[in-house]
């Protein structure tokens, strides 16, 4: 019953859009009309520049520690806390406020296994900063990043339920990047720029 409990309140808190909420009052904008119309802190970034795209970032990620933190509060068993985990991620990907649309993941994955696996999600980190700030691709470095998290973790021996909920997570982003990485195999995907004023004049048009 609490790992059921656990389940439904972390996707309610992974469905909520951070990215649409700053953007609607930082900014007057609904990113979903604009760059790659994702609610996520990448399009954020582009779209409505790099301080409403840090919020955007930051409150994604809390949804993840919130999910597994809602597993410890209410169960406190591994299976609560991996549960909390993916329902938080979700709902992130698959909001319920947004008819079962939202963003890739990446940031509510981070904020799971920052609680869950602290010493990977560095290592993890560093490696998607390093791609990113080398290829200004941040769906490649995503990417890259997914496929290391349940790699580091076997590295690191961590237990089975982790392992297997690292698998999974990754596939939750690999899966929600196929687009990203057709365009990559393309060369069509777009490289991170910072916008802004950019997404102003874009929406008087």
Not at 132 to 145: D, M, W
């Amino acid at each position: 019953m609490s790992v059921g409990l656990t389940i439904l309140l972390a996707y309610l808190i992974g469905s909520i859009p951070n990215g649409l909420i700053v953007g609607k009052y930082m900014c007057d904008v609904d990113i979903r009309q604009f760059g790659s119309k994702n609610i996520g802190a990448t399009n954020a970034y582009r779209v409505l520049g790099p301080w409403p795209a840090f919020w955007v970032f930051l409150t994604d990620a809390l949804k993840g520690v919130a999910g597994v933190m809602m597993g410890q509060w209410l169960d406190g068993s591994t299976i609560a806390l991996l549960a909390g985990g993916i329902a938080a991620m979700a709902g992130h990907n698959w909001s319920i406020f947004l008819k079962f649309k939202g963003g890739r993941g990446v940031a509510t994955g981070l904020g799971v296994i920052a609680v869950l696996v602290p010493k990977v999600t560095a290592i993890v980190f560093i490696v998607w900063a390093l791609i990113v700030y080398t290829t200004r691709y941040v769906s490649l470095g995503s990417i890259v990043a997914a496929v290391l998290v349940p790699l580091s973790m076997w590295f690191f021996n961590e237990s089975i339920e982790i392992l297997v909920f690292g698998i999974v997570a990754a596939l939750f982003v690999i899966l929600r990047h196929k687009p990203n990485i057709e365009r990559l195999l393309k060369g069509e995907e777009l490289k991170i720029k910072a916008g802004g004023s950019s997404a102003d004049s874009t929406k008087e048009k």
